[in-house]
């Protein structure tokens, strides 16, 4: 059976601070993808990153970065430097390597004061 | 531009009826799906579809209906079975091979009055 589990239900930063979003996995299989998903005020789902189980290295996009440790089943996301507009809910999501079922975790919302 | 188009985007129906919500894909994926979304909850499955003719129960089917009569469209029907049908809608849809998502809609948020 495949688990994601997100524990922060809701984080609040102010504007500027760092934040780091924890997402734990569990799965019997070897071979699997990692996702996370930004769910801003508007609604839809927006696809933010891939990751499959064979790269371990770190991921970096501007001020976004992904921590991925198959040790700890573990695929945190930090945002450096946050702005208001990182403000939105955030979801982890596996599926395994060789089929579309996706499991999603809760979500996490984050809260962006100025 | 491809995408899913949902609508409409906000919805409201009488206790009792029955009320179906739109789902279009231009982005020739196989597999098409509805999840439901409570103020503070995660995402739930409602129903799933791999291919046209043919679609699954998810986790909380009950109440809620569908049909996957064209690969482009999977449309919803809330019944009057459902019980607390106030929530967020969301489509998607994704290719049937491992490692490539789900593309979302951007909802319907329906409102029973």
């Known amino acids: 059976a495949q688990k994601v589990t997100q524990a922060q239900t809701e984080i609040s930063v102010v504007e500027k601070e760092d934040v780091t979003l924890d997402c734990v996995y569990e799965?019997?299989?070897?071979?699997?993808?990692l996702f996370w998903y930004k769910q801003p005020p508007s609604g839809e789902l927006v696809f933010l990153i891939r990751?499959?189980?064979?790269?371990?290295q770190n991921e970096i996009s501007g001020r976004y970065s992904w921590n991925f440790q198959k040790s700890t089943s573990s695929f945190n996301f930090t945002i450096t430097a946050s702005q208001v507009v990182d403000s939105a809910v955030y979801f982890c999501a596996l599926s395994p390597y060789n089929n579309n079922d996706m499991r999603f975790g809760a979500g996490t919302r984050l809260t962006v004061k100025p | 531009d491809g995408g899913i188009t949902q609508s409409p985007k906000y919805l409201f129906r009488k206790e009792g009826q029955n009320v179906t919500l739109s789902c279009e894909q231009n982005l020739n994926h196989d597999a098409m799906y509805w999840y439901r979304q409570d103020p503070g909850q995660g995402l739930r499955l409602i129903y799933y579809s791999q291919i046209v003719n043919d679609f699954q129960k998810g986790d909380i089917a009950e109440g809620y209906s569908v049909s996957r009569e064209k690969k482009e469209s999977f449309p919803l029907t809330v019944t009057s079975a459902q019980k607390n049908p106030t929530a967020f809608y969301l489509c998607?849809?994704?290719?049937?091979?491992?490692?490539?998502?789900?593309?979302f809609g951007s909802g319907t948020r329906l409102t029973v009055v």
């Open positions: 998607a849809s994704s290719v049937p091979r491992g490692g490539y998502g789900y593309t």
């Open positions: 990751r499959n189980s064979f790269d371990e």
């Open positions: 799965t019997r299989d070897t071979t699997y993808y």
